[in-house]
């Protein structure tokens, strides 16, 4: 077992030097919605607005729609701030949601699969039931969707009406049963490929035309299978370290996050090519890669930590000494430290991830959090609490360039010539 | 002037220090012998040593018709305040001078009694035989019993200083005004259900008499009337006359609240200004509203009873008492004003004065002194006190012309001349307002006085008024403000006086006069006035703001010369004398050159003396008034002594006053119902300096007690700098410590270093004993943690060291620090460990100095816009970064770790700037990536 990682107090890279809680939420709060909706409320802060709802829930805007889907009595709403409409006609968890822009429709996921339109009528179902439900809904091209229900992933083909048909339609076009434990994470990364990852670290790479697998990787846990066996029992053991909980990419790479690990798999050369193996304490919840070349993580263990992927110098190289990572860790004695990805093939590795800066404020699991590109981080957690993390030196600025206005406006404001 | 026997009371204040300095004893030879009034626990400062009461007290007597003057009630209610005090005779003295008694009674020619709604007078007046000096405050009140319907009494304020009353005569009046007003409204609502029940007798009387009239018309019809019968006619037509009468007065009575509104609407803001204390004035007008509409209304439960037609003015019967007189509720009330009244005028002149300066300075930085300042005095105080005291002198205008020079806030302060007795007798015995030429050779005649004291005009009515033997020696009068149009200006500018100067005249003064009474200055009735005039406080100064449209935001302070004829007046009343105060700060204007304009008051003085402008020097008994410009320079900080060299006052100004009442410590708990709840039963606790109301959170006593802590702190913890840096610059200091008395002591003593967010006080929690969270970091920067030896407290101690980023862990018990170094210099002169302050309201005092210097510094750094703003578009960002790097190291001087403090106090005046329409939030935590340290003892 790896130790985890750590930096001291002075992480002169980490640009978060201002955080702002906000508390309205009296449970959990698990979900945030994508970037669009700064477009739309131009406000972060409204996120927290929308998302009060209790336990589970998932929002989606388009054209000022919000809609989000709440566990306790499969309820929706549809808000724009304030609650348009509510549809309570389902008999199950609805548990996923997505649209389909081309088809100006939206589908929910729960124990069976639905289809809506910008009306909330509901133009047809699937008829079976699937008792695990679905957890993840994708879209993928030729109006079909991917739904993973369990170890399976269920393609459908949505059938719009025509002249000749009567209405809308949804079929079962396939399933795959590639996997060998229950689906946790669905991504669509590109306009070729898809990638699921599932319960015991197997991460697919899906064709999206032909649904066939392109790629997969399946020993996570442990890049290196020559390592010696007991490790491998002892990670294997649990199950739940290897667990793929999420998934982002860009260009080149997938970011997984498994277990308590993070991994970044290139698409290309189909393989790990950087990775911490203990990135947090408890189990990463949710990755994002930021333009910048950096990755930030957030884990159960109420952390979220920055990481930056380095190009490594010499791909020759021996395994890091021991030391090299001493200097992050700031007191910890036992630090039997060697990092375990370098021990293995150095063309397995090209790259790795330094931890550059966390930021510690939640006292619970940190759930999820979006990445604004002039706002910084927003986080929520299990603890109630959202926090944004800004820029201080920024928004210094920005308050600064604030009070000149205001002088301005109240006409105090002289300019030297 | 400080003799020896002064010096030897001063060291004998040590006994009331917590922590005694000692010093070797001196030596025999060299001691002094000891104060004579030592003994007594007299301050030799003090001129009350010759007085025979022990402080000052307010009086309020009677002129009663039947007994003559007599003393009524005292505040405070305590026979140890005045002692020996002989208060029937100063009652006599004080009463002697109403000068209203000519208005007492029926006008000649008038069918009914007229009711006469005389504006109250204010005297002072000065009995050097009892070493008493005494502002009087004489109004009338109604009373249908009483001769001519009129009670008139007296409420005086009675001090041993006479300069003090003279100073504060304004402030006096204002307040007191006040109390009578309240007094007056409730007498009012008393005097019309009196009239309103006295009506209904007459009506029932009326009705008998009639019914029996008619019983004895239909007994006998022999067609003459018995005696009896017309003895009935007379009888019923008295009774008639009598409710004629009776319902002209009520109509009177009823027309006041008209007259009134008359009046208040020459000040519209006189509601406003009346807001404080404890609400009661607010309360007095809504109540007064209420008790226009409703004391006249009927009083069913009244049950008329049959009176005798002839009016019984006996001297047998019992006069009604002032409680009987006045409502009882406004008749609370205006003790509570005159309580208040008492509170607030405790204490020595100076230091009244100066924080009456103080306040007035304060008033200037309205955009830093959330920071640092006591929000109770920024805010509270002067509302309470904006009638009467230093109001606003100063206002940001806007600086449209010579932008060059930027205009620093200036206070010009003058003190006046004080002139005794002989020369300058004139009394005035004619009326005539009009006449402008005997107002002019008043006005120089009466020169000598110092305009601020608001004599301008000689006036008084004499009539009937002295009949005292003695010598009167009027030395001015004063003439209410007949230009009092614009009540908006209606506060004053005090005049403060160097404490030497009040102690040099004090000393010559009792010199002087022998045995007399001296009526220093009097304001004649409103009857003299022409009722469009008749302002409420007819003795407020007159004080004119100008807000330039000239630009300069000048306020300028003219003794009794209203606004249009400011002009005329600066040309043809030589005798005035125009204090002009330069108040108007740019801001956004290079606000770097902050710069005390030198005092250039254009006073004219017509005495041939000319302005003599000289620092104080002792009295002089010749009748050159001499004037002392007295600048307060560098109140505001300016760049030019930044920090440096500050002095460390020895001698806290509460002192001067403490030690008065040091000794009384009994009669302050006693009278002070509300006082301190004096947890610590120390001596040197209990002398709460007097013009801070009792039992705020910023009391005198909470500053010393927090002050003598911060000092001891200092003393004992090597790391108090880096604490307080930590404080400083808005990292949130954790005191852990298992004993909460301990820690809430200790953090009760740091938070006097904690910036302000807003108005909601300072971001201090004296006491935790749940786990800390992130949303505490940023809701407090000062907080007091429980150490508890129990399984909670392991989490406890998780989140702290969880958090330990964003926080400072000063450990009581193991006497530790936790926190990032320190290198600067502000500190260090902040705290010296090594200081010889000694005092703990001395060392706040220090503090509050240093850290508005330090608010200025970070106003300048926020305010002045080529640090922030690019030069030109197309500049980078970096170049503004690096403006700032060196505005705040080499134009402020700020090293290491200081420019952090400064940047972190900038940011919170942007917050507190930009968000002070919508309320303040709270500010995001902001924090750095810093390893800390840990310091141990």
Redesign the interface.
Same mark, same amino acid.
């Given at each position: 077992k790896s130790p985890l990682q750590t930096i001291?107090?002075?992480?002169?890279q980490?640009p978060y030097?201002? =955080? =702002?809680?906000l508390?309205a939420h009296h449970d959990i709060v698990r979900y945030l919605t994508g970037e669009k909706l700064l477009e739309f409320s131009g406000h972060t802060q409204k996120i927290t607005a929308i998302i009060t709802l209790p336990c589970l829930e998932t929002c989606e805007e388009k054209n000022q729609l919000i809609l989000t889907a709440s566990a306790d009595r499969t309820e929706w709403d549809c808000d724009t701030g304030r609650q348009v409409q509510k549809v309570s006609c389902f008999q199950s968890t609805v548990k996923c949601l997505a649209v389909l822009q081309r088809l100006d429709v939206w589908l929910s996921g729960g124990n069976d699969l639905c289809v809506w339109n910008r009306k909330l009528d509901l133009l047809c179902k699937t008829s079976h039931l699937f008792d695990t439900g679905i957890s993840a809904l994708i879209e993928i091209p030729k109006n079909c969707v991917v739904a993973a229900v369990g170890k399976e992933l269920i393609i459908f083909r949505l059938v719009a009406p025509t002249e000749g048909s009567l209405g809308w339609d949804i079929l079962e076009v396939k399933r795959l049963l590639d996997h060998q434990d229950n689906i946790l994470s669905l991504l669509n990364v590109n306009d070729v490929s898809f990638v699921s990852g599932s319960h015991v670290g197997e991460l697919i790479v899906w064709d999206t035309l032909g649904w066939t697998v392109q790629a997969c990787e399946r020993n996570f846990w442990d890049p290196s299978p020559q390592l010696d066996a007991q490790r491998e029992i002892k990670l294997c053991q649990k199950p739940n370290d290897v667990s793929i909980r999420h998934l982002t990419w860009d260009e080149e790479n997938v970011f997984v996050a498994v277990g308590r690990g993070l991994y970044v798999y290139n698409l290309q050369m189909k393989r790990v090519i950087a990775c911490q193996k203990t990135a947090h304490d408890s189990s990463v919840l949710h990755v994002v890669r930021l333009p910048n070349r950096q990755v930030i993580s957030c884990s159960e263990d109420g952390s979220v930590r920055i990481w930056e992927l380095r190009e490594k110098q010499q791909l020759s190289v021996e395994p890091v000494p021991t030391g090299f990572f001493n200097m992050w860790g700031f007191g910890r004695v036992n630090k039997q430290a060697s990092h375990p990805v370098k021990k293995q093939q150095e063309n397995a590795t090209s790259c790795s991830l330094e931890l550059i #800066?966390d930021l /510690? #404020?939640?006292?619970s699991s940190v759930e999820m959090f979006l990445y604004f590109e002039d706002h910084g981080l927003v986080t929520c957690s299990a603890d109630h =609490?959202i /926090? !944004?993390w800004?820029n +201080?030196e920024r928004?210094? +600025?920005l308050?600064? &360039?604030? !009070?000149?206005q205001? =002088?301005e406006e109240n #006409?105090? &404001?002289?300019?030297?010539v | 002037m400080i003799s020896a026997p002064d010096v030897v009371a001063f060291t004998k204040e040590d006994e009331y220090e917590e922590e005694p300095y000692n010093e070797p004893a001196l030596p025999e030879e060299y001691s002094v012998p000891l104060f004579p009034f030592a003994s007594q626990g007299a301050n030799p400062w003090s001129k009350l040593s010759g007085a025979k009461f022990s402080r000052d007290f307010i009086l309020i007597s009677e002129f009663s018709e039947q007994v003559g003057p007599q003393p009524l009630l005292t505040i405070p209610n305590d026979t140890k305040v005045f002692g020996t005090f002989d208060l029937n005779y100063f009652s006599l003295r004080i009463m002697s001078v109403d000068y209203q008694a000519s208005f007492v009674g029926h006008p000649p020619g008038s069918a009914y009694p007229k009711l006469n709604f005389v504006e109250d007078s204010k005297v002072v007046l000065g009995d050097s035989k009892e070493g008493a000096f005494a502002y009087v405050h004489h109004l009338t009140l109604y009373d249908l019993e009483a001769r001519g319907f009129v009670r008139p009494f007296c409420m005086a304020y009675i001090s041993a200083d006479q300069h003090k009353i003279m100073q504060q005569f304004q402030e006096l009046s204002a307040e007191f005004s006040k109390a009578s007003e309240c007094l007056k409204t409730g007498n009012r609502k008393a005097f019309a259900g009196e009239l309103e029940k006295k009506l209904k007798d007459l009506d029932y009387t009326r009705t008998v008499l009639h019914t029996e009239t008619e019983i004895q018309k239909k007994a006998n019809d022999k067609g003459f009337y018995s005696s009896q019968a017309i003895e009935k006619a007379n009888e019923l037509a008295s009774v008639e006359k009598s409710i004629i009468e009776h319902q002209d007065l009520l109509r009177q009575i009823r027309s006041y609240p008209h007259r009134k509104l008359r009046g208040s609407n020459l000040c519209p803001r006189e509601s406003e200004h009346t807001q404080d204390p404890p609400s009661q004035a607010a309360a007095t007008s809504d109540l007064e509203e209420s008790a226009d509409t409703d004391h006249y209304a009927c009083r069913p439960s009244y049950t008329p009873k049959l009176i005798k037609a002839k009016s019984t003015k006996c001297f047998d019967k019992k006069l009604k008492t002032l409680e009987e007189l006045c409502d009882t509720e406004y008749f609370t009330q205006t003790l509570a004003q005159l309580r208040h009244v008492e509170h607030m005028f405790r204490g020595d002149l100076c230091y009244l004065l100066t924080s009456q300066i103080d306040r007035a300075l304060l008033k200037q930085q309205h955009i830093t002194s959330f920071l640092f300042e006591d929000l109770v005095e920024v805010g509270d105080r002067p509302a309470e006190k904006q009638e009467s005291t230093v109001s606003k002198p100063h206002h940001y205008g806007p600086p449209s012309e010579s932008p060059e020079d930027c205009l620093i806030p200036q206070v010009l302060i003058s003190v006046g001349s004080y002139k005794s007795s002989v020369e300058s007798v004139l009394i005035k015995m004619e009326q005539d307002l009009g006449d402008e030429a005997s107002r002019e050779a008043a006005v120089t005649e009466s020169s000598s006085f110092d305009p601020q004291e608001n004599l301008d005009y000689l006036e008084m009515d004499m009539k009937g008024s002295v009949s005292s033997g003695e010598s009167i020696e009027v030395l001015g009068t004063e003439k209410p403000t007949s230009v009092l149009s614009k009540s908006e200006s209606q506060s004053s500018l005090t005049v403060p006086l160097s404490p030497q100067v009040v102690r040099s005249k004090a000393v010559s003064h009792r010199t002087i006069s022998g045995d007399s009474i001296e009526v220093l200055s009097t304001c004649p009735s409103e009857a003299l006035i022409p009722d469009d005039f008749k302002a409420s406080y007819p003795s407020a100064i007159n004080e004119e703001e100008s807000y330039g449209e000239g630009g300069q935001g000048a306020i300028l302070f003219q003794a009794g010369i209203s606004p249009p004829e400011l002009g005329e007046a600066e040309e043809g009343n030589s005798g005035l004398a125009s204090l002009q105060t330069d108040a108007s700060c740019c801001i956004g204007r290079e606000a770097g050159a902050l710069l005390v304009p030198l005092s250039t008051p254009g006073h004219t003085v017509s005495d041939e003396d000319g302005v003599v402008s000289v620092p104080p020097q002792r009295y002089r008994q010749k009748d050159q008034g001499f004037r002392v410009d007295f600048s307060v320079e560098n109140a505001s900080p300016s760049r030019d002594n930044s920090c440096e060299g500050f002095p460390a006052y020895e001698l806290d100004p509460s002192h001067l006053l403490t030690s008065r009442d040091g000794s009384k410590t009994s009669l302050d708990d006693h009278s002070d119902a509300t006082s301190y709840g004096s947890s610590i039963a120390s001596t040197s606790s209990d002398r709460t300096p007097s013009s801070v109301p009792p039992a705020g959170p910023s009391s005198e006593r909470h500053k010393k007690r927090a002050g003598q802590n911060a000092l001891k702190f200092i003393r004992q913890y090597p790391f108090a700098h880096p604490a307080i840096y930590s404080l400083l610059s808005g990292r949130t200091l954790v005191v852990l410590g298992e004993e909460e008395a301990m820690v809430r002591k200790l953090v009760t003593a740091l938070s006097i270093f904690v910036p302000g967010y807003g108005r909601h006080g300072k971001p201090v929690k004296h006491w935790l004993s749940s786990p800390l969270h992130i949303t505490d970091f940023q809701k407090w920067k000062l907080i007091g943690l429980q150490r508890v030896a129990s399984p909670a407290s392991a989490s406890a101690l998780h989140a702290l060291s969880r958090y330990s980023r964003y926080t400072s862990i000063l450990d009581l018990d193991r006497k530790t620090l936790r926190c990032p170094l320190y290198r600067g210099t502000l500190v260090p002169r902040l705290a010296d460990h090594r200081t010889h302050i000694r005092r703990g309201s001395t060392y706040f005092l220090h503090v509050q100095s240093m850290l508005a210097q330090l608010s200025a510094k970070a106003f300048l750094y926020t305010f002045c816009h080529h640090l922030h703003l690019p030069a030109h578009g197309s500049e980078a960002p970096e170049l503004a970064s690096s403006r700032q790097a060196s505005f705040l190291q080499l134009t402020l001087g700020l090293v290491h770790e200081d420019v952090k403090v400064v940047r972190y106090l900038a940011e919170l005046l942007r917050l507190h700037y930009t968000q002070e329409l919508r309320g303040t939030s709270q500010p995001a935590l902001r924090f750095d990536y810093v390893p800390s340290f840990l310091y141990k003892i």
């Open positions: 001291g107090e002075e992480q002169t980490n030097t201002e =955080l =702002l809680v508390k #800066g /510690i #404020g939640h006292s =609490l /926090i !944004l800004k +201080g928004e210094s +600025g308050r600064s &360039l604030k !009070l000149f205001k =002088l #006409g105090d &404001l002289y300019l030297s | -």
